[in-house]
T-cell receptor, first 114, second 114 residues
Framework: AQTVTQSQPEMSVQEAETVTLSCTYD???????LFWYKQPPSRQMILVIR??????QNATENRFSVNFQKAAKSFSLKISDSQLGDAAMYFC???????????FGGGTRLMVKP | EAGVAQSPRYKIIEKRQSVAFWCNPI?????LYWYQQILGQGPKLLIQ????????DSQLPKDRFSAERLKGVDSTLKIQPAKLEDSAVYLC??????FGYGYTFGSGTRLTVV
């Protein structure tokens, strides 16, 4: 079974600064997807960024980018120019070949200081 | 486009009572998922439907939980009888198919069992 680990329960960043959230995973599959989701107090899981394992190029979405290290099974999220609205829970998730279910990590709470 | 709709938003019940949650997926999405998110943890898949058939219910506590998806559209998740450990957010998600096709979450139902 796949597992996803987020080793940072909480992170703090100053507004306009850069922060990196860590995620590692374990799988025996060669083709899969990795995701970062943001969950604000409204509870809805909002997709931040998606990476397909067969693509070597790291995904980027505006201020959000990932560092995908397939051999190391590492998938970190970098948030540049942090904004107050970035404060939320962030979840790393793995999507493999088993019916499109997502396996989530335990989450990292990001606080943004003005 | 309209998102994934869930109701109710909140529910408080006493242990041993029954409760039901409703989900209306995005129009045309064939796949529907129910996830359970216990406070402080990442979501965990309970059941996955493809149209009105069950794809995966291996993590569903079938002695007390049941789910159905009538006519391949709306879905209902029921708990009977509820236990204290069922207190969680129940998230519904839907997708067209694989991970590249609009995997979208609703805002969830927060259940408190007292």
């Amino acid at each position: 079974a796949q597992t996803v680990t987020q080793s940072q329960p909480e992170m703090s960043v100053q507004e306009a600064e850069t922060v990196t959230l860590s995620c590692t995973y374990d799988t025996s599959e060669s083709d899969y997807y990795l995701f970062w989701y943001k969950q604000p107090p409204s509870r809805q899981m909002i997709l931040v960024i998606r990476q397909e394992a067969y693509k070597q190029q790291n995904a980027t979405e505006n201020r959000f980018s990932v560092n995908f290290q397939k051999a190391a099974k590492s998938f970190s999220l970098k948030i540049s120019d942090s904004q107050l609205g970035d404060a939320a829970m962030y979840f790393c998730a793995y999507g493999g070949n088993a019916g499109n279910m997502l396996t989530f990590g335990g989450g990292t709470r990001l606080m943004v200081k003005p | 486009e309209a998102g994934v709709a869930q109701s109710p938003r909140y529910k408080i019940i006493e242990k041993r009572q029954s409760v039901a949650f409703w989900c209306n997926p995005i129009s045309g999405h064939a796949t529907l998922y129910w996830y359970q998110q216990i406070l402080g943890q990442g979501p965990k898949l309970l059941i996955q439907f493809q149209n009105n058939g069950v794809v995966d219910d291996s993590q569903l506590p079938k002695d007390r939980f049941s789910a159905e998806r009538l006519k391949g559209v709306d879905s209902t998740l029921k708990i009977q009888p509820a236990k204290l450990e069922d207190s969680a957010v129940y998230l519904c998600a839907s997708s067209l198919g694989g991970f590249g096709y609009g995997y979208t979450f609703g805002s969830g139902t927060r259940l408190t069992v007292v």
